[in-house]
């Protein structure tokens, strides 16, 4: 049964960097399409990048090109996000999620748990 | 970049109606493309994916339909446990956009 679990809640300056972190379990991180979504308080779903399970490419969205690394530790099956020059708009929940087992797109359906970020001066 | 968009972004239905819920892509997407439930608090859900694929222990109440650019998803008869919101995604290539979303609540 593969399984995400995220980093806790942060709270951050902004300007300043922030850096999440999602353990697979189950499967290794190079056997699933591992994506990044985000929701802010009260709006929609909003995806930011992934890599393709069909061909492990990476994926982002243009909207955060420049700002967002996308990283993972293969050793501890545990992907990173981090988002840099953060802005008050920044603030949301920050979900890491399976779209698939290689080579397919929504063979499965796992989320983690959702990680707050909340960005104030 | 293809942009989706949702219809309506609201809607109130008594128990046992049936609701559908229109994505429209700017450009043609194919079958590729994805439905969530999400309800109030709770993670996004999986519902469908090929735009009429149900994900196992989907209730057969659900069904999607489309392609190429316009896109439905129905449900039969409106349950009180189908309250939430429900978004469609595209994923034939890069960016894996959402719609805007659809609430669907109960009268």
């Given at each position: 049964q593969v399984q995400l679990v995220q980093s806790g809640t942060e709270v951050k300056k902004p300007g300043a960097s922030v850096k999440v972190s999602c353990k697979v379990s189950g499967h290794t991180l190079t056997e699933v399409g591992l994506h990044w979504v985000r929701q802010a308080p009260g709006k929609g779903l909003e995806w930011m990048g992934g890599s393709d399970p069909e061909d492990g490419e990476r994926l982002f969205a243009q909207e955060f090109r420049g700002r967002v690394t996308m990283t993972e530790d293969t050793s501890s099956d545990t992907a990173y996000m981090e988002l840099s020059s953060l802005r008050s708009e920044d603030t949301a929940t920050y979900y890491c999620a399976i779209f698939g087992i290689r080579p397919y797109y929504f063979n499965v359906d796992v989320w983690g748990q959702g990680t707050t970020v909340t960005v104030s001066s | 970049d293809i942009q989706m968009t949702q219809s309506p972004s609201s809607l109130s239905a008594s128990v046992g109606d049936r609701v559908t819920i229109t994505c429209r892509a700017s450009q043609g997407i194919g079958n590729y493309l994805a439905w969530y439930q999400q309800k109030p608090g709770k993670v996004p859900k999986l519902?469908?994916?090929?735009?009429?694929t149900l994900m196992s222990g989907v209730p057969s109440r659900f069904s999607g339909a489309g392609f190429g650019t316009d896109f439905t998803l129905s449900i039969s008869s409106l349950q009180p446990e189908d309250v939430a919101t429900y978004y469609c995604q595209k994923y034939n290539r890069a960016p894996l956009t959402f719609g805007g979303g659809t609430k669907v609540e109960i009268k």
């Open positions: - | 519902l469908m994916y090929g735009a009429s």
